[in-house]
Each structure stands twice: as C-alpha cells, then as structure tokens.
C-alpha cells in the first residue's frame, strides 16, 4: 500500500513539475529580434521621415553672423548684464496655425518642415538683412513614450535630433520575455491625426519601416502575450486552484519522504 502511495505521489509530482515547466517556457521564435536576418547582410533604412514640427513644439533657434551687433535683432533674449540678470535666449513655440513669431520677419510657418528644411528657408529669407547668416536649430520637447510589456515603462527625452524605436525599447529596459516582439504599436499624432502602425521586431523588414526612427511624442506599445494576460486577470476560483495544487505537491512530497 505505502509502495503505491509512493508511486502515485512520484507521478503527481512529476506531472506538476512538467506542467509548471511546460507554461514558464518561451519558444525562440517568440523572443529573438530579426530572425530572417543573415549574416553580413546590409541593410538600409529610410530615414527621410524624420522629425517634422508639429503645434505647441518647442523650438531652439539662434542666428549668429561673423559681425555679432548685427545678428542681435533676429534672436530674442531676456535680461541684461547691465539690469544684474544673465541674458537668455528664449525659445518659440509653433502656434495652432503652425507658425512662429520671428523677429523682424513676422509670422514664419514652421509646420510640416524638418529642422533640415527650416533652416535652408531661413537662411533664404535673412539674406536681404544679413550677410553669410548662420541658422542653428534644435527641437527642444524632443520625447518618446514606451508601454506595455518592457521593464521600465514611461516617458523619456531625446538629446539628439533621431532616435529609432529599438533605442528606445533600449532607454525602456527592453521587452520583458511576456511582451510581444511580433506586434509592437507606434502611435504618432501629427495636428490631431493618429496612425497606428505594427511591426514585428523578430523580422529584419522593420528596419525599413516608416516608424523604424521615431519623432516626438510618438508612443511605443508592447502587447502583452497571452500568458501575461491570462495571469493578469486570474480570478479567486483561479487562485484557490493554485493553492490547492500547491497542498498537494507538499502532501505528496511529505508522503514520499516518510515512506
């Protein structure tokens, strides 16, 4: 009898164990980037989409000329050496209509250009007031958002002028093994219009997609895989279950033990 007792207790165990097993496991194919991807392959991604200003962006702009007397009226600064307070060039923000106020030019429409293409038409219009202007420019409310399934969901600024959506999974902490490579969602908001695109990071085809190199304030969302909503929402039934299992592993081990 005890020899039976110990036998069927082995083969609970056991069952108990390789389902336990069976669950926590993820196949490679769910897991690994860019399978598809061979080796010394080259790939060139399409970065022509980059950051284009949109309303209320925060923008840097500073123009300089070999004489600097002349470029002071086409940059707005507050405070003087004189009045005790340290002078500090102020930044624009892009109206509803898209435009900024510039000095001397007027109401200058920055929406839809990249910084790129803001400077050039700049440069082209201070000609007629300035010799050989030099046009620096630099979005200043330059962030992104990561959520869902990675380590460390939120919100993080960009120093530079691009950022890719892998670099930003990377300020993120990376997808936890739950999240979904197969189905991230970029959401970008241009003037009040959203687009949700998907990609599949286990493909090396996302390298060229339109939201392989984000712009600002565009959102990055990992799904959860099945087993992280599942486990998400178990409820108390689902819950007594599992102690109820547990009991019996350690009866079973107690009952093995003393026989």
């Known amino acids: 009898m005890f020899k039976n007792s110990k036998i069927i207790g082995l083969r609970v165990l056991a069952i108990?164990?390789?389902?336990?097993?069976?669950?926590?496991?993820?196949?490679?194919?769910d897991v690994v980037y860019f399978q598809n991807a061979s080796a010394f392959e080259t790939i060139v991604s399409d970065n022509s989409n980059l950051n284009r200003f949109k309303v209320d962006d925060v923008v840097a702009i500073n123009v300089s000329t070999l004489d600097p007397q002349a470029s002071v009226p086409f940059n707005i600064i507050r405070g003087t050496e004189e009045g005790g307070m340290r002078p500090e060039q102020l930044d624009y923000i892009v109206d509803k209509n898209?435009?900024?106020?510039?000095?001397?030019?007027?109401?200058v429409k920055l929406l839809g250009l990249s910084p790129a293409e803001a400077k050039i038409m700049l440069t082209d219009r201070l000609k007629d007031y300035l010799k050989d202007p030099i046009i620096n420019i630099r979005l200043k409310n330059f962030s992104v958002t990561v959520l869902g399934a990675v380590n460390r969901p939120g919100t993080y600024p960009v120093n530079g002028e691009q950022i890719t959506v892998l670099e930003a999974l990377g300020?993120?902490?990376?997808?936890?093994?739950?999240?979904?490579?197969?189905?991230v969602m970029v959401i970008r908001d241009f003037n009040g219009t959203k687009v949700y695109t998907r990609i599949d990071l286990t493909k090396k085809e996302v390298l060229n997609s339109p939201v392989y190199y984000l712009t600002q304030n565009d959102v990055v969302y990992v799904e959860p895989n099945k087993s992280l909503i599942s486990s998400a929402s178990l409820d108390n039934r689902s819950s007594i279950a599992l102690s109820i299992a547990s009991i019996l592993i350690t009866t079973t081990v107690v009952l093995i033990t003393r026989n």
């Open 171 to 183: 300020l993120a902490g990376d997808l936890n093994i739950k999240g979904m490579r197969n189905n």
């Open 16 to 29: 108990a164990v390789f389902t336990l097993f069976i669950s926590s496991c993820a196949s490679k194919k």
């Open 98 to 107: 898209g435009d900024i106020d510039f000095p001397v030019l007027g109401s």
